[in-house]
């Protein structure tokens, strides 16, 4: 089959992660009989170098009119790139939140889990590990105070500003029925996380979840607040299978959670909408301090192409077969410098890249 | 001296608790030539059972008169308890917001930090723990999300809720100079969470606190986005010294603060205001699992009790003993099942509170 792939690299290590990705993306395609046509797209800071802003409409448009996205990272050293000196609609990460916006991509998937070989690199205590934990955290992408109307003015000679959270029983319903599906796939457990003890979205994110729930009878539903869910996530991340929540909980618990598995490195995520136009990214940032050092870890760039093979094109066999290869590349006891621990084997960015290709 | 203190006992563990909290008041009232004149108030389910309200206006009109509030903990089991039937503003938990709204407690500050002899139970590898670690969160706690206009309402026929989240310059103003004021007491390094890169309130929050910090130039400040906070809790908590946030984000995050240290049986909270009027509580819950078995850690409550008599009554000497105290009874072996391992004595909530009094 062939497929029309929009390649964002995006800044920092975006370039090198993104060029991993498509030589696996290619080795699968050889061996299984697909093309990618790739198109190359610039958005965040490479954008804004060449036309002053994030994300032009023309490149919107290119986008949606692909198959899927592959995007390495946006964003530069705050400190330190001129990036960030342009008002917050010009900066690199604007972007992000607008072609999320565009391609209506409501459904964010970010699955953190414990590779056995990177038990080591948690930070948890073995005691605390247990069994081990994969979780996926399925987090609503355009709605919430991300996208409410907002204003900062000056009232009675003070500075104010407003945001706003809502969501419609629509919003909420679509992605709980992304939560339900997900669960369904895994262990057929979901966790919405909610502060419904004291905002209005929240009572009506839980009213609208359970409502949702009575289609799914084959999944366990279970509420919890935010504050507590941070919690539990340190005290017993085995506990959870699918976490159901919306955008700013989810930017939130997302990072934590993946933090615990000690190898944001390894984590991809997915960005799914009604079509099966996705966009697939790394959970991790643009390093600007390693960029261009072939330093970088290539896999969560690559373990996105599979969730991109899976979901928006249907090629389930394929996306094993390169997890399967990262799996085996980590076994032989290959490593990028960010998991790299005694008696492991050291390469760089490329020849990780090599490693996982061969073995597809 | 003599003081007014309005107890609030509240739900599950809470009378037990407050009940060893007040045995080493006494004592420290007779070491040191002080009267604590306590006067019990209902707060949450139990005035709920009475008064069909969580709060009256009667007993918040008590509160303020006293010279500081010591309390215990509020709310039941959700699944259980009838006091979830009722409306949110009917329920336990919406007394203590409006508790904090009414004494105009704006500046909640939380520390979490590891015990030496707990370190067994923190939920981190020794690694990350390295020589341990002591913040304190500064949590905005009378604005944000919590008290900004809401409604439910039906659109074009779909359910619909709206939260707004504001804050003025003055407010952040205030919270800013608290956390300021708290790190110079300490390390002098504050570190101030936002989400700067999405929402307009956290654009203004950045602005207003380095506003403030020029007044504060011994004090180290910096900007950390509230996602990365969350993986940087878990990642390197030594690097924190003091955290100030707005309202819902330090819910969050003082939350996976306290279940970082694995102790949260151990961690008090103070809630202030412009006046020396403060409440004082325990970090965790009413835990109505084990209320009434004599299991219950009444240490966090104890150490309110030492933050009451630090920030509300100006004792520091005796706030130094109970702390001292406190950690004296950890280092003899002495155990509430919470926080218990091999080889530790364990003891019953009125033995321990017996031991830390008996040690003042
Ligand atoms: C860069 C930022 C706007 C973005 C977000 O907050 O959604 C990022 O943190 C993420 O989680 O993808
Ligand atoms: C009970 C709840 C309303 C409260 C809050 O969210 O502030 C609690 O979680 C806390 O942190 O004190």
Known sequence: MEFSVAVIPGDGIGPEIIREAKKVLD?????YGHRFHYTELLMGGAS????????????????????????????GNVGVSNWYSLPPELRPEAGLLKIRKGLELFANLRPALLFEDLKKACPLKEEIIGEGFDMIVVRELTGGLYFGERKTVVENGLRKAYDTLTYDEEEIRRIARAGFETARKRRKKLCSVDKANVIDSS????????EVGKDYPDVELSDMLVDNCAMQLVKDPGQFDVILTENMFGDILSDEASMITGSIGMLPSASLGKTKLGLYEPSHGSAPDIAGQNKANPMATILSAAMMLRYSFDLEEEALKIEEAVRKVLS???RTVDIMSPGNVLVGTDKMGDLIAEEV
Not at 27 to 31: N, Q
Not at 51 to 68: F, I, N, Q, R
């Open 27 to 31: 080795k699968a395609g050889k061996v």
């Open 48 to 75: 804004i170098d060449v036309h002053g802003v994030p994300l032009t409409e023309e490149t919107l448009a290119t986008a949606k009119k692909s198959d899927a996205v592959l995007l390495g990272a946006v964003g």
């Open 203 to 210: 009572r009506l994110w839980r009213q609208v979840v359970k």
């Open 332 to 334: 032989k006891g290959y």
